[in-house]
């Protein structure tokens, strides 16, 4: 009896040795290192895009993710040689190309608008074309004219500049309304009519403008028509100070424009049909398809706006989601993808009334205002 009160411990070694082969003891030693549920759902529902890919345990789904992932990555590596900060406008323009919609940067001059647009281009294995509006350009000037051909006696079609895969268009707002609206049928429709003829732009087709908020002399605003083809609007700030000096030790022993001609080639056609294809996939909750039609509603009936949003805007923040949570690693969405792309989406799609614009609100507060208000799906 003595020996059996003295080493309680011995006994159930002997316990656990019967039950657990050497092998078994290993597996379950190892097993214990393994990431929990309740860890790797943290990670699922993270906001940011994870650099590398976690060896570990993996969310198990039908779409592949992992390569949405790795190609962004090597994205965002490719824009980080030349751009200091700005990471969230090359989110949001990769997110114009997996959903295949335009995109509109608002900002002052030099804060790398352009200079954004070009990198994402090279990593395009895709064609690029840049077009500086300005007061006298003429519609012609963008999509092509007719020109007489003396040997056929015919007119032959020339082909604008429009006809690209990426377009840049500087200062959009520069152009009279005449030449804005030449963008209407082929943002939409990715094609022009030209004489009677119907001309169709080849995939993938992207048109990233931009304007600036400030100097107005000479400008024309964008109807609001056209402002609602725009997936999206980003409004863009100045770099904090950490960033400017790292600006200032990037470029100070060069006096000549970035040579791009570095930048690797990160999406073949093949990879952006792929990832589009990929991005429609993801699951979305009839919850969260309620939520964003109460988002979109209440900018209808809000009594800061003289103007909501339209269904187009439903349709873009839908999409949009999908591929914000696609870059972040998930097959659905949530939440919080809504409300990260929902300002974006919106802010040009509404109009503020007079008294609200004496108040000093701005498009953005009034947005998050109405996030505030609705109540989010569980």
Known sequence: M????????????????????PEEETNLNESAETPTADGVMDELMSTEIPKTLDPGFQFQSNLELGFLRTKVNEA????????????????????????????LLEG?????????AKVLSRCLDTEFSRIQFTPDLMPS?????????????????????????????????????????????????????FEGIKYEMEYPFLIISTQNPVEQ????????????????????DY????????????????TLAPNLDSIVKVFSKEDLKKIQTLVTEINIEDNLLAYIAKITHSTRNHGKLYLGASPRASLAMAKAAKAMAGIR???????????????????????????AEMEGMTSHSVIQEIIHSIEVPR
Request: charged content about 25%; aromatic content about 8%.
């Open 141 to 193: 000037d963008i999509l092509g004219t007719s020109v007489f051909n003396m040997k056929t006696s015919e007119f032959t079609f020339n082909k604008g500049p429009i006809f690209s895969n990426i377009i840049l268009i500087d200062e959009v707002n520069r152009a009279p309304a005449k030449t804005q609206a030449a963008l209407f049928e082929v943002m939409e429709e990715r094609q022009i009519t």
């Open 108 to 116: 002052v001059p030099g804060i790398a608008k352009t200079l954004s």
């Open 329 to 355: 690693g998930r097959d659905f969405i949530t939440p919080d993808d809504i409300q990260s792309v929902a300002n974006h989406v919106l802010n040009h799609r509404i109009i503020l009334t007079p008294e």
């Open 217 to 236: 002399e000479g400008t024309y605003s964008l109807p609001e028509a056209q402002l609602d083809r725009f997936l999206f609007k980003v409004i863009l």
């Open 239 to 254: 770099p904090t100070l950490e960033q400017e000096q790292e600006i200032l030790s990037k470029y100070k022993n060069t």
């Open 2 to 21: 003595e020996e059996q009160q003295n080493n309680p411990d011995e006994k159930n070694e002997k316990k656990i040795d019967d039950i657990f082969t």
């Open 76 to 103: 965002r590596e490719q824009a980080s040689k030349f751009i200091v900060g700005q990471e969230e406008m090359i989110d949001l323009l990769l997110i114009g190309i997996f959903t295949n919609g335009h995109i």
